[in-house]
Structure formats: C-alpha cells, structure tokens
C-alpha cells in the first residue's frame, strides 16, 4: 500500500475545508441577498406606486434588477438568484397579504428569466442587458400571464390616464402599447447597464 505524503494529505484537507468556508460564506450572502430583496418588494414598491401609479410597473423592476444584478458577482454560482427569490417571495408572501399570485409569482418568475438567460450567456455585459430587457418585459406582460388581460389591466389602465393627463395626448391603443413597451426595455437596457458598472465597480472597491 502506498502511503502519501503527510503534506498532500495536509494540502487535501485544507482544499476540502477552504470549499466548506466557500459554500457556508455563499449560503449566507444568499439568505442576506433574499432578505433585502424581500424588504425592497415590500417597502419600496409602495413607496414607487405613491410616487407614480402609472410608472409603478416600470420604476419597480427597474430597480429590483440594478440590486440583483449588482450583487450578483458575490454569488456567482447558478442558481442563487433564484434561491435568493425564494426568501424574497417567501417575504413578499407572509407580509403582504399570503397572495400567491401578483408579487409572490413574479418574483420567482423574474429570477427563472434571470437565471436562464446567465446560463445562455454567462456574465457579462449583454447578458446584463438582457436580463434587464427581459426582466422589463415580462412586468409588462404580466397583467396578461396571470390574470388575462393586457389593455383593461390597472398598469396600462393608469399609464394611458398618465399620458393623456400629463401629455394632453389621446393615443390609439396599438400606439401606447408601442410607447408602453419601449419605455420598459429602455428602463432595462439602462438597468442592464447601470448594474454592471456598478458589479464592476464593486470588484473593484472588493480587490
């Protein structure tokens, strides 16, 4: 029987227990990753929707993506956004009325989208953009996913009063749908953006 080296074994277990520290620091930064973002669901979306009901559907992914994606270098690994949405939904659930659907689902939805697109595109910039886009998108199409509806929902309901009271505009409904969904992925093109300068900032200040 051939005996190793006493430092190879040494080498071997310091190997197993660096990657044990690695997987308990992860665990932690997801659950604190989970709980933040379940705070901004619950805090901040309200505070958007007194601002502006009508841009509410646009402001509040808009920011949901900068903070995910901006955190997302400190948890590299596949499928931590979507562990970290658990908490957030979970949040989201247990303090905002026990509603499966609305926030509760899009949470979980928008972290699937997330997750899926970084798998295709590994993390870099267009995947940023993307996951913005995407991300932007479904908010918009949501109404239309879970309930059915599109033109008669609260959001293009609120935003087509927004327009017209704001604009003195009476737009045709094929037109503000074209202007409702091209102000969603220019709000992720520039959340795409912003997220990465900010994640390769944060590399930066962490080096």
Same mark, same amino acid.
């Given at each position: 029987?051939?005996?190793?080296?006493?430092?190879?074994? $040494?080498? $071997?277990?310091?190997?197993?227990?660096?990657?044990?520290? !690695?997987?308990?620091?992860?665990? &932690?930064?997801?659950?604190? %990753?989970?709980? #933040?973002?379940?705070?901004?669901?619950?805090?901040?979306?309200?505070?958007?929707?007194?601002?502006?009901?009508?841009?509410?559907?646009?402001?509040?992914?808009?920011?949901?993506?900068?903070?995910? /994606?901006?955190?997302?270098?400190?948890?590299? !690994?596949?499928? $931590? +956004? %979507?562990?970290?949405?658990?908490? =957030? =939904?979970?949040?989201?659930?247990?303090?905002?009325?026990? #509603?499966?659907?609305?926030?509760?689902?899009?949470?979980?939805?928008? !972290?699937?989208?997330?997750?899926?697109? %970084?798998?295709?595109?590994? /993390?870099?910039?267009?995947?940023?953009?993307? =996951?913005?886009?995407?991300? &932007?998108?479904?908010?918009? %199409? *949501?109404?239309?996913?879970?309930?059915?509806?599109?033109? &008669?929902?609260? *959001?293009? +309901?609120?935003?087509?009063?927004? #327009?017209?009271?704001?604009?003195?505009?009476?737009? &045709?409904?094929?037109?503000?749908? !074209?202007?409702?969904?091209?102000?969603?992925?220019?709000?992720?093109?520039?959340?795409?953006?912003?997220?990465?300068? /900010?994640?390769?900032?944060?590399?930066?200040?962490? *080096?």
């Amino acid at each position: 029987m051939i005996r190793l080296p006493p430092f190879v074994l $040494t080498d $071997t277990h310091m190997v197993k227990n660096d990657r044990k520290i !690695a997987f308990e620091i992860q665990i &932690q930064r997801i659950i604190l %990753f989970g709980i #933040v973002w379940g705070l901004l669901e619950l805090f901040l979306n309200p505070l958007l929707k007194d601002c502006s009901r009508a841009l509410a559907g646009i402001s509040m992914p808009f920011f949901s993506v900068v903070f995910i /994606l901006s955190v997302k270098h400190r948890i590299p !690994a596949g499928g $931590t +956004v %979507f562990l970290a949405a658990v908490i =957030a =939904a979970m949040i989201k659930y247990f303090f905002a009325g026990m #509603v499966l659907s609305g926030g509760f689902m899009a949470i979980l939805i928008e !972290a699937a989208l997330i997750e899926a697109l %970084f798998l295709l595109s590994g /993390l870099c910039l267009w995947g940023y953009i993307s =996951a913005g886009i995407l991300v &932007q998108l479904y908010s918009a %199409f *949501h109404p239309y996913i879970s309930k059915g509806l599109l033109c &008669q929902s609260s *959001h293009f +309901v609120l935003f087509k009063k927004f #327009v017209l009271d704001s604009f003195h505009l009476n737009l &045709q409904r094929a037109a503000l749908i !074209a202007v409702l969904l091209s102000l969603h992925i220019i709000a992720g093109f520039l959340s795409g953006c912003i997220s990465w300068r /900010l994640a390769a900032y944060f590399r930066k200040v962490q *080096h």
